[in-house]
C-alpha cells in the first residue's frame, strides 16, 4: 500500500516536471512568410498599478486584432529592476522589456535597433539621443515623457503666502521659510519617503540639473569626461543638507514611504514634492479634491533661468536575439498608436513621447505647460550624466549626510571614488 | 502472466553468470543503502555546492553583475571589504541580529517552555498563540511591525501619545533599530524554540525529578540543576540553527528599514544584496557573500563544538 | 493561596498569548478598514467594509497564486519528505567515516547564503529552462530545505531500535525494502515536524520566488502581495486583507499537525 502511494507520488513528481519542460518549450514559433502573426511574446514591464493594468488591456486587444498570437505581461513591480539584471546576466531575456531611462546605458548590448519602425522620426527630440545608441540607432519605443518640475500644493501655497513661480534658488529657500513659519511648522515644505531610500536621491538629481549643467557655464562635459570637480558636490550638499538642519523636510524623512508623500500632499500637510505628476494621481485617490500646481526647477545661478527636466518614462525595447521579432514590432507598432499613446498618458498626466494625430490631456499639468512653454528642458542628471550604478550611493550617502553619519566632504569623496570606479569599469 | 526478469538475463550480450551473482551480492551488502543518499547528493553538488564555487570565481572579478565584460582582479574585492568605511559597523550590526536573536530567542524560549509544560486548555491555546506568527511570512512580518513602528500613524506611538508621552521615531535610531529588529525576529520564531524545549521536556523521566524533589530541591535547583543538563541536546540545536538563521536575517530588515537610514541598519545579506542589485558591483557582492558563508560557519562550528563539551561533560 | 498562584498563572497565560496576538489584531484591523480612514491601527472601524478582501483577490490574482502555493508547497513538501527520510536512513544507521562525513556535509548547507549563488543559480536554471515552471521552483525549494530536514529525519530515525531492521532482514526482507516497509511508516510523527518547518518556509517564500517565477499565471502569494507595497503603489489595506487569507491554510494545517509536530521533536531526535 505504502509503495503504491509512493511510486504515485513520484509519477507526479515526474508529470508535473514534464509538463514544467514542454511548457517553456513550445512557445517560440513565428510564421516567417508573414501575412498572419503567430507565435507568443513575452512583455516585461516595471510599471505598476493603473499603468501595468493599461498595458494589459491594450495587449489583449492586440492579441483581439491578431487573431494567433499570444503575449504574456510581467510586471514584477518594485523588483523589475533586479529581476531584469538576473535575467541580462544569463541572457535570457524577455522579447519586449522596458527600459524606464537605461536604454542606452544599461540595456544597450540587448536591444534591437528601431529606426526602420513607422513612428522613429516622431520621438519627441530633447531626449531621442538620450534613447539612441552611439552610432545614432534609435533603441525604444518611448509611450510617454516626464516633463518634470516642482509640484506643489497650490492651496498650501496660497495659504502660506507663497507667490509662484519662485525663479531662483534663493526664492525657493524663502518660500520654504515662510510655510513652516506661517504653518507653525504644521505643514511640511518638502515631503520626502527617505523610507523608500530612492525618493532622497530624488531632490539631490533634480536640483543637480540647475546646480551643474544648465547655466551657460555649466559642467556638462567635465562630468562626462571624467574632469568634473567634486568638491562643487561639497557645497551643493551642504545647501541641501541646510534645508534639513532647518527642518524644511517632514518629520519622518528616513521612514515615510510613497504612500505617505501622496497622503501628506493630498492632505494639505505637504508643499512641494519631488516624484513629478506621479504623486498627483495618487494624491487624488486620496483627496479627489487636491488642488495641485506645477512650475519648473528654479535657477541657481543670476544669468540663468528656470528649467525643466526631461526624459522617457516608460520606454519599450525589443530584445535583439528574440525569436519573435516580427511579433514584437507589431506589437510595438500597437502600442504607438495614437489613442493607445493617449490612454495610456493620460492615466498619469504625462505627455506623450512620440507625436501622434491625437492630441494627449494631461490634466491638472496642461496650463502650466502652456504657461512656461518656453522653458527649457534638460535630460535627467544621473540618467546623463552619471554612470550606470551610482544612484544607491547617492541615496544611501544623503540620509547618512542628513543623520551626521558622514560630512558633505565624505559624500563628495564616496561620489569621486564610485564614479571614477564606474567609469573605469565602463571602458 | 509475470516475466521472470531473471530469465531474460541471459539474453543480455556480454552476460555471464558471475555477474547475477556480483549483482546479487551488492544489493544484500550492508552499504547498498548508501545509494538512497544519492539523490540528494545530486541536488546539493548542482544547486548548492557548483554554484558556491562560482560565487567564488566571480568574487575575484569586477564584474558588474549583467554584461559579458569583466575583469579578473585577484583579492582586490576582499581588500575593498576591508577598507570599506561601513564593514565594520555592518558586522556589527550582523552579530547583534544573530547573537542578539539567538540569545533572546533561547531564554524567552526556554521560559515559555517551563511556564507552558503542562496540561491544559489555556495552554493549549498560548502555546498556539505563541506559535502562529511563525506562520507569517517574513517579509510581512516585517511590514506589520513597520505599521507598529511608523512615527506618524504607527501603533506604538498612538500608545505613547494615549500615555501623554511623545512619540518617537524608533526605526531611525542606529543602533537601537538594530535592536529592535533582533527583538522582532527573536518575537516572531521564539515559538520554535519553545516547541523544541518543550518536546526536550517532555522527555526527561519523572523519576528525576521525583528524586531531586525528595532530596529537597527547590523548583529552581530542580531547574537549574536536572532540567537544564538535560537539555543540553536542545539548547545545541537551537541555539546553533537560530544563530545561522538571524545571521543570514534578511526579510524584516529590508521590509522595515531596507537597511536605512544610510547604512545604519545593514546586515551582511542586505549589504550584499545592495552591492550586488543598486551598485552594480556583483563582483564585491560575491565577496561579502563568501565572506559572510565562512563566518557564519566558523562561529556556528565553534558554538557547536562549545556546547558539545559541555554535552558531554553534563 | 493556591487559587491565588493559579489566577496569576492564568493571567500570565493571557498576557503572553496576547503579546503574541498583537500582529493578527494590527492586520485584522487594517484589513477592515478604508484606504482614506487614518484613525488609530488599534481601532475597529464602526462600519463593516469588506473591499479590501474583495480588492487584494481580484488586483493580486490571489486565486491563482493560492492555485501556484498548493502545488508548489505540496510536491515540493512530498520530495523534501520522500528524499530526505531516504538519506536520512543509511546517514543514520550506518556511520562510517564517510557517512559521518556526508552528513556534516549536508547540514553544513543550512549555512550557506542564498544570495550568494544566486546568479550562478538562476544561470543553471535558466539553462535547463526551469524559470517560470513548478518543476524549478519545486528543485529549489527542496534543495534548499533538506539540510534541515534530513537533520530531523536522522535524528529520529536513531531513536528507531535497530532491532527492528535486523528482524526484518531475518524475515529475508531486503536492506532497501526494510525501509520502506518498516521504517518510513514509523515516521510520521517527525514527518508532521518536517511538515510544518518546512512546509510554512515553502509556502512563504519571497527570495526565490521572486526570481525563479517571473510569469504572472505563476506568482506565489507572497509575491503577489508584495507587489500592493511596492515603490509607487501603496494598498496597505489590500495587504493586509491578503496576508491574512494567505495564513489561514497555515493556521488549519498547523492546528491538524500540532500533536504530531510536537510528538516529533521529542523522544530526544532533535540532537545536533
Not at chain 1, 510595438?332 to 494625430?357: H, Q, R, W, Y
Not at chain 2, 509544560?117 to 516585517?142: E, Q
Not at chain 2, 525529578?209 to 532530596?215: H, S
Not at chain 3, 498562584?5 to 493571567?11: A, G, H, N, V
Request: hydrophobic residues 45%.
Amino acid at each position: 500500500m505504502k509503495r503504491r502511494i509512493l511510486s504515485i507520488i513520484l509519477a507526479a513528481c515526474m508529470c508535473v516536471g514534464v509538463a514544467g519542460c514542454s511548457g517553456s518549450g513550445e512557445t517560440e514559433q513565428t510564421d516567417e512568410k508573414g501575412s498572419a502573426l503567430e507565435g507568443s511574446i513575452s512583455i516585461y514591464t516595471n510599471c505598476v498599478g493603473v499603468q501595468a493594468e493599461i498595458i494589459q488591456e491594450l495587449t489583449d486587444e492586440w492579441m483581439k486584432e491578431n487573431p494567433g498570437v499570444t503575449a504574456e505581461v510581467v510586471a514584477p513591480g518594485a523588483d523589475y529592476e533586479n529581476v531584469m539584471k538576473v535575467k541580462m546576466s544569463s541572457k535570457d531575456m524577455p522579447d519586449i522589456f522596458s527600459t524606464h531611462g537605461w536604454a542606452n546605458v544599461r540595456y544597450v548590448d540587448f536591444l534591437l535597433p528601431l529606426n526602420d519602425m513607422p513612428w522613429a522620426n516622431d520621438i519627441e527630440s530633447t531626449f531621442k539621443e538620450l534613447i539612441s545608441d552611439d552610432e545614432g540607432n534609435l533603441l525604444v519605443l518611448p509611450i510617454d515623457q516626464n516633463k518634470w518640475g516642482l509640484v506643489y500644493n497650490k492651496d498650501v501655497l496660497e495659504e502660506c503666502g507663497v507667490e509662484v513661480p519662485l525663479r531662483t534658488i534663493d526664492d525657493f529657500m524663502a518660500a520654504l521659510e515662510q510655510i513652516k513659519t506661517a504653518s507653525n511648522g504644521e505643514i511640511a515644505p518638502m515631503h520626502i519617503a527617505g523610507g523608500d531610500s530612492w525618493p532622497l536621491g530624488q531632490i539631490f538629481d533634480q536640483l543637480a540639473t540647475p546646480a551643474f549643467t544648465t547655466a551657460e557655464n555649466n559642467d556638462q562635459e567635465a562630468l562626462l569626461n571624467g574632469t568634473f570637480d567634486w568638491n562643487k558636490w561639497t557645497d551643493f550638499s551642504e545647501m541641501i543638507k541646510g534645508m534639513y538642519d532647518k527642518g524644511y523636510f517632514n518629520e519622518d524623512i528616513f521612514t515615510a514611504k510613497y504612500a505617505d508623500s501622496a497622503e501628506a500632499f493630498a492632505t494639505g500637510k505637504a508643499a512641494f514634492c519631488w516624484y513629478g505628476n506621479t504623486i498627483v494621481e495618487e494624491a487624488e485617490a486620496i483627496n479627489p479634491d487636491v488642488n495641485a500646481g506645477l512650475q519648473p526647477l528654479p535657477a541657481f545661478y543670476e544669468d540663468d533661468d528656470m528649467s525643466f527636466l526631461n526624459g522617457e518614462q516608460t520606454a519599450f525595447g525589443i530584445w535583439k536575439d528574440s525569436e519573435n521579432i516580427e511579433l514584437a514590432k507589431s506589437w510595438l507598432n500597437f502600442m504607438a498608436k495614437g489613442e493607445n499613446v493617449k490612454k495610456f498618458c493620460e492615466s498619469e498626466s504625462m505627455l506623450p513621447g512620440i507625436e501622434t494625430d491625437v492630441p494627449v490631456d494631461v490634466g491638472f499639468a496642461t496650463e502650466y505647460y502652456e504657461e512656461f512653454a518656453d522653458i527649457r528642458s534638460f535630460p535627467i542628471f544621473d540618467r546623463a550624466f552619471l554612470p550606470n550604478g551610482m544612484w544607491d550611493l547617492m541615496c544611501k550617502d544623503a540620509a547618512d549626510l542628513f543623520t551626521g553619519t558622514i560630512s558633505a566632504e565624505q559624500y563628495s569623496l564616496d561620489m569621486q571614488n564610485e564614479y571614477e570606479r564606474l567609469l573605469e569599469a565602463g571602458e | 502472466m509475470k516475466i521472470q526478469p531473471k530469465a531474460l538475463l541471459p539474453c543480455i550480450p556480454g552476460f555471464e553468470r558471475g555477474m547475477l551473482m556480483r549483482l546479487k551480492k551488492m544489493l544484500n551488502s550492508k552499504g547498498i543503502v548508501n545509494i538512497m543518499y544519492i539523490p540528494v547528493i545530486l541536488l546539493f553538488v548542482s544547486f548548492i555546492i557548483y554554484p558556491l564555487i562560482k560565487g567564488i570565481g566571480i568574487s575575484m572579478t569586477n564584474w558588474n553583475g549583467y554584461s559579458d565584460a569583466s575583469t579578473y582582479i585577484g583579492l582586490e574585492n576582499y581588500r575593498k571589504m576591508f577598507a570599506d568605511r561601513n564593514f565594520f559597523l555592518i558586522i556589527k550590526n550582523t552579530l547583534i541580529y544573530g547573537i542578539g536573536s539567538a540569545v533572546l530567542e533561547n531564554v524567552v524560549g526556554l521560559l515559555y517552555a517551563v511556564l507552558l509544560d503542562k496540561k491544559s486548555k489555556a495552554v493549549g491555546f498560548a502555546r498556539t498563540a505563541i506559535y502562529l506568527p511563525v506562520i507569517v511570512a517574513p517579509l510581512i512580518m516585517g511590514y506589520i511591525w513597520y505599521f507598529m513602528f511608523e512615527p506618524i500613524g504607527g501603533a506604538v506611538n498612538d500608545i505613547l501619545i494615549a500615555m501623554g508621552l511623545e512619540s518617537v521615531d524608533l526605526l531611525t535610531k542606529g543602533t537601537t533599530t538594530v535592536w529592535i529588529i533582533t527583538f522582532i525576529n527573536s518575537y516572531q520564531y521564539v515559538g520554535i524554540a519553545m516547541m523544541i524545549y518543550l518536546a526536550g521536556l517532555q522527555t526527561i523521566p519523572a523519576d528525576y525529578q521525583e528524586a531531586a524533589k525528595i532530596d529537597g530541591a527547590s523548583s529552581f535547583q530542580n531547574f537549574v540543576y536536572v532540567k537544564i543538563p538535560l537539555l543540553l541536546p536542545s539548547i545545541t540545536v537551537n541555539v546553533v540553527t537560530n544563530l545561522i538563521g538571524s545571521l543570514k536575517l534578511f526579510d524584516i530588515i529590508v521590509a522595515m528599514t531596507n537597511g536605512g537610514p544610510g547604512y545604519s541598519t545593514q546586515s551582511l545579506s542586505t549589504m550584499m544584496y545592495q552591492l550586488y542589485f543598486g551598485k552594480q558591483d556583483a563582483g564585491y557582492a560575491a565577496a561579502m557573500g563568501i565572506f559572510m558563508f565562512c563566518s557564519i560557519a566558523v562561529i556556528s562550528v565553534a558554538v557547536l563544538l562549545w556546547f558539545r563539551k559541555r554535552e558531554v561533560d553534563a | 493561596m493556591r487559587q491565588w498562584k493559579k489566577r496569576i498563572y492564568s493571567f500570565i497565560l493571557i498576557l503572553i498569548s496576547l503579546v503574541h496576538l498583537v500582529p493578527f489584531y494590527i492586520l485584522l484591523t487594517m484589513a477592515f478598514k478604508e484606504k482614506a480612514d487614518l484613525s488609530s491601527k488599534w481601532l475597529f472601524p464602526g462600519y463593516l467594509y469588506l473591499d479590501n478582501f474583495k480588492n487584494a483577490w481580484q488586483s493580486a490574482n490571489l486565486g491563482r497564486a493560492f492555485i501556484n502555493n498548493i502545488i508548489i508547497t505540496v510536491l515540493a513538501t512530498l520530495c523534501i519528505i520522500l528524499l530526505s527520510s531516504m538519506a536520512a536512513y543509511p546517514l543514520s544507521r550506518r556511520k562510517t567515516k564517510l557517512n559521518t562525513f556526508i552528513y556534516t556535509a549536508i547540514i553544513s548547507c543550512m549555512i550557506v547564503p542564498a544570495l550568494t549563488i544566486l546568479v550562478p543559480l538562476y544561470k543553471i536554471m535558466a539553462d535547463v529552462g526551469g524559470i517560470s515552471t513548478y518543476w524549478g521552483i519545486i528543485a529549489v525549494h527542496v534543495t534548499f530545505m533538506l539540510p534541515l530536514s534530513t537533520f530531523l529525519y536522522t535524528g529520529f530515525i536513531g531513536t528507531i531500535p535497530r532491532e527492528l531492521d535486523e528482524a526484518a532482514l531475518i524475515d529475508g526482507k531486503s536492506r532497501l525494502g526494510v525501509f520502506y516497509t518498516i521504517i518510513f511508516p514509523l515516521l510520521k510523527p517527525i514527518t508532521a515536524t518536517v511538515i510544518i518547518l518546512c512546509g510554512v518556509n515553502v509556502w512563504n517564500d519571497y527570495q526565490y520566488s521572486v526570481f525563479f517565477l517571473q510569469s504572472t499565471d505563476m506568482k506565489p502569494i507572497t509575491v503577489s502581495l508584495n507587489s500592493f507595497f511596492s515603490m509607487y503603489q501603496s494598498q496597505v489595506n489590500w495587504l493586509a486583507a491578503g496576508c491574512l487569507m494567505a495564513s489561514v491554510p497555515l493556521i488549519i494545517a498547523f492546528l491538524l499537525l500540532q500533536k504530531q509536530f510536537v510528538k516529533g521533536l521529542s523522544s530526544g531526535a532533535v540532537k545536533l
